[in-house]
Nanobody, 124 residues
Framework: DVQLVESGGGLVQAGGSLRLSCAASGFTGGSWCMSWHRQAPGKDRELVSSLSKVGTTYYADSVRGRFTISKDNAKNTLFLQMNSLKPEDTAVYYC??????????????????WGQGTQVTVSS
């Protein structure tokens, strides 16, 4: 079975940094694309960033220049380095993975599997 386990959330002051991790297991051949999403209270879940096997990245406008997505393929772990955090970044952050092992380079990133989420709270 595929499992995604997030860690690294916590409470930080505005301007601080956190690094989220998502350990993936159960994939044979690795996921085509993995992504980070977040959901703040009373709001819809939104895509924050994604990374494909060929290195294509996406960042939401609200985090571009502050967040960096990366992956350790040997450990099958996805990371999200979050710098210059703002109170509006407060949310539960979820890791997601595409079930496909390969796809056309321009393919969008699907979310077939989800982690349980990790809370990020940024105080002002």
């Amino acid at each position: 079975d595929v499992q995604l386990v997030e860690s690294g959330g916590g409470l930080v002051q505005a301007g601080g940094s956190l690094r989220l991790s998502c350990a993936a297991s159960g994939f044979t051949g690795g996921s085509w694309c993995m992504s980070w999403h977040r959901q703040a209270p009373g709001k819809d879940r939104e895509l924050v960033s994604s990374l494909s096997k060929v290195g294509t990245t996406y960042y939401a406008d609200s985090v571009r220049g502050r967040f960096t997505i990366s992956k350790d393929n040997a450990k099958n772990t996805l990371f999200l380095q979050m710098n210059s955090l703002k109170p509006e970044d407060t949310a539960v952050y979820y890791c997601a993975a595409d079930r496909r092992v390969a796809a056309w380079p321009g393919s969008s990133c699907r979310q077939d599997y989800w982690g349980q989420g990790t809370q990020v709270t940024v105080s002002s």
